[in-house]
């Protein structure tokens, strides 16, 4: 969780606000799953690579 939440906090600018992200941004792709639900469900690896794809230039 801390790890997603400094790469979020480098786009967002705080940690509060990659917080707030982290805990109700639905995320494309995951139906609709927030990326704490995912990391809850033992899934980080799935939202680390879907930060790779938005950094990349990707589409979520």
Known sequence: M????????????????????FRSEPMQGFGGMTPSQLVREGKASHVHA????IAAGGYA
């Open 50 to 53: 879907y930060l790779d794809r």
């Open 2 to 21: 801390l790890g997603i939440l400094k790469r979020v906090k480098t786009q967002t600018g705080s940690l509060w606000l990659a917080y707030v992200w």
